[in-house]
């Protein structure tokens, strides 16, 4: 069985990104094919309120994206990936932007970074973002009772295990029930980090049945979608596998979609409105959302 999960290979994997992007005639430069998506992403009708602080490390800051004349809307804390030792919130505006058209409160964070900050520094700072965005989720037109925590690779990680290890919410005082909803794309939710470069993430010694999500699922969790990208070579889609495996065994709903024609990178990419040809995420994830929110 491959076991191919966030090796070092630097984003080449942009690649298919950058191939996309051209077909629209954006002319994505193949070196930064995120920045020039992002320029063309247009936040004109939405407000946006930058750097919002939720911790004092200069990494602990996100950006809210909110829908015009929002009231009461689901609200959604995105969660970057990077093999834990890169990427930023400024890099995944397009994903705040498309949500925040489809009528969600989303927060685009930032957290810190391996090798200098490792397990479980970045999921506590999942956790702290969560309820900084609940506890001024009035203010910005949500409801603090309708929250969703998604994530993309690492961030899908991040996403998966702020949630489903019963410690994390409990260190802030944001209880279960009022996350209605997890959504992890392709992320490394079940993988032998000793094995990758990405084990500067982990603890020096430290064992996988101590860190990894799918080994401690709390049986009250909220439900999960897990996407799939058929073309992922970074990430096994066994991670998948055995998380809604370990969910189903909590007695925790959970759906598992893998998404054909798209590759780690062009699954989020699919996100972005000028870029849903490439396959259904940003779909996938409305209907999740509407099917689990509070009405």
């Known amino acids: 069985m491959r076991k191919t999960a966030l090796p070092s290979r630097p984003f080449a994997r942009a690649t298919g990104l950058g191939l996309a992007a051209a077909a629209l005639g954006l002319g994505l430069a193949a070196c ?5 998506l992002n320029a063309v992403t247009s936040t004109r009708g939405l407000d946006v309120v930058q750097d919002v ?5 200069p990494r602990n800051v996100m950006d809210i994206y909110v829908p015009q004349n929002a009231q009461n809307a689901p609200v959604v804390l995105y969660i970057h990936g990077g093999s834990w030792q890169g990427g930023d919130k400024d890099g995944h505006k397009f994903v705040g932007a498309s949500l925040a058209r489809a009528g969600y409160v989303t927060g685009v964070m930032n957290y810190r970074l391996a090798p200098e900050h490792r397990y479980p520094d970045y999921v506590q700072d999942a956790a702290a973002a969560l309820k900084a965005l609940r506890d001024r989720a009035r203010s910005d037109g949500g409801s603090p009772d309708n929250l969703f925590v998604m994530g993309h690779s690492a961030g899908g990680f991040n996403a998966v295990e702020v949630v ?4 994390w919410l409990g260190e802030v005082g944001v209880p279960v029930s009022a996350v209605r909803g997890v959504i992890g794309v392709a992320g490394p939710y079940s993988y032998d980090f000793r094995q990758f470069s990405s084990r500067v993430a982990f603890p020096e010694g430290g064992n996988p049945d101590d860190i990894m999500p799918d080994r401690h699922v709390r049986p009250d969790a909220p439900p999960h979608l897990l996407l799939v990208a058929a073309n992922d070579t970074t990430v096994d889609p066994y991670n998948a596998v055995n998380m809604e495996s370990a969910l189903k065994k909590a007695g925790v709903s959970v759906t598992k979609t893998v998404l054909p024609g798209v590759n780690h990178i062009t699954v989020i990419a699919a996100v972005a409105q000028p870029l849903t040809f490439l396959g259904d995420t940003r779909q996938q994830v409305i209907d999740f959302i509407e ?3 509070l009405k």
């Not at 930064?32 to 020039?36: A, I």
């Not at 602080?53 to 490390?57: D, F, M, S, T």
């Not at 489903?164 to 410690?167: E, K, L, M, V």
């Open 32 to 36: 930064s094919p995120q920045n020039t």
């Open 53 to 57: 602080r939720y911790g004092p490390a």
């Open 164 to 167: 489903d290890n019963a410690r």
């Open 291 to 293: 099917a689990h929110r």
